[in-house]
């Protein structure tokens, strides 16, 4: 393979895995959890901050399906960093995941500042992620402001 045909199969990767990223987040977001689980190998592993991890898209449906208890959550995915050899490749993104929910009355706006730590393999259908830690900066929890 030549530089030119190296890089243009880097950057395709590197496209993939993004979107890989998106796929995720937009699946959570619309509580399509068995799409976001599918992003995963089937013995796929989840972490979440210093949890135990959980493996197996069963296992990773069963704890996003946590989420419903918010009026809406919206994932806004910011710069990531993959590095791709061969059929394996790292990579880490960073996000601002809010959760909306009402508590006496008033709405507020739950917001992790994620990074999401991943190891991916390309397997039969294109890349998957094979390991994710979530790995939580801060938290912030505020009220909504309806103007």
């Known amino acids: 393979m030549s530089a030119t045909e190296a890089a243009v199969r880097d950057l395709l990767d590197r496209d993939a895995l993004r979107r890989l990223v998106q796929a995720y987040a937009t ?4 509580r399509e959890l068995a799409v976001a689980a599918g992003c995963f190998l089937p013995e796929g592993r989840l972490t979440v ?11 990773i449906v069963a704890a996003l399906g946590r989420l419903e208890r918010y009026e809406v ?15 394996r490749a790292t990579g880490e993104s ?5 959760h909306v929910y009402a508590e006496g009355g008033v709405r507020r706006d739950w917001v992790m500042a994620i990074r999401y730590v991943d190891r991916y393999v390309r397997a039969a259908g294109g890349w ?11 938290l912030e ?3 909504l402001e309806v103007r």
């Open 27 to 30: 699946a959570v977001d619309h």
């Open 49 to 59: 901050g210093d949890g135990s991890p959980l493996e197996g898209r069963d296992a």
């Open 73 to 87: 959550t919206a994932h806004v995915l910011g710069h990531s960093n993959h590095v791709v050899d061969g059929d």
């Open 94 to 98: 960073w996000c601002r995941a809010h």
């Open 128 to 138: 998957h992620i094979e390991d994710r830690h979530l790995v939580v900066d801060w």
């Open 141 to 143: 929890d505020r009220p």
